[in-house]
């Protein structure tokens, strides 16, 4: 049985975020999930829950709660919520350009992990177009499908779609919200068209 894990913060612009881990077959901790959480939504209500029961074979026991305050480094996947909790602090303070966490990506298509890949080869503060990164992917003409692949992405923030704008230069789309990209595209220094 893989057990989840989930934390809540609310310290990236007072915009909330929920976070999920599991230990896995192996026993080594992974990210399953960096996303936003709308207001007032329960972490229950997070948009990957029925795609990751289904692909661990899970039922609503298998998740549970902890707040962040009560997260322990002497359990291997908490001290990877932990460790993610403070890279992102370390992120909205400007104090770093990357993440160095082990992310379980399995929950996308062969197609959706190509894409997400590629994503993290975007620098802080870069842009590209969906255009660039289909060229990036080997796929030239398919810039709605890597669109779709941004929008399904599990890794929000870590994997870095925010990065990536429509070819005339405005945010384009954001399955957080377009002020959440805006926020982190001013917080890397980018200037943003609306």
């Not at 997070?46 to 074979?57: D, M």
């Not at 770093?96 to 929950?107: K, V």
């Amino acid at each position: 049985m893989i057990v989840t894990m989930i934390v809540t913060i609310t310290n990236l612009g007072q915009h909330q975020l929920i976070l999920m881990a599991n230990a896995g077959a192996n026993n080594t901790p992974q990210l399953t999930e960096v996303n936003w959480l709308p207001k007032n939504h329960s972490w229950r209500e997070s948009k990957s829950s029925a795609k990751l029961k289904k692909h661990y074979k899970l039922c609503d026991d298998d998740f549970s709660f902890i707040d962040k305050n009560e997260l322990s480094h002497q359990d291997a996947t908490q001290s990877l919520l932990l460790a993610a909790i403070a890279q992102l602090d370390e992120y909205t303070d400007g104090k770093r350009d990357s993440f160095d966490l082990s992310l379980d990506i399995s929950l996308g298509t062969q197609f959706q992990q190509q894409v997400w890949r590629a994503l993290q080869d975007i620098n802080h503060g870069e842009t590209i177009s969906y255009a660039t990164l289909a060229q990036r992917v080997g796929n030239p003409k398919s810039f709605r499908a890597v669109a779709n692949a941004n929008g399904k992405n599990p890794f929000s923030i870590i994997i870095p779609c925010h990065r990536v704008i429509a070819s005339d230069g405005k945010l384009g789309g954001y399955t957080g919200g377009l002020d959440k990209k805006a926020y982190l595209l001013t917080l890397e220094g980018v200037g943003c068209q609306f």
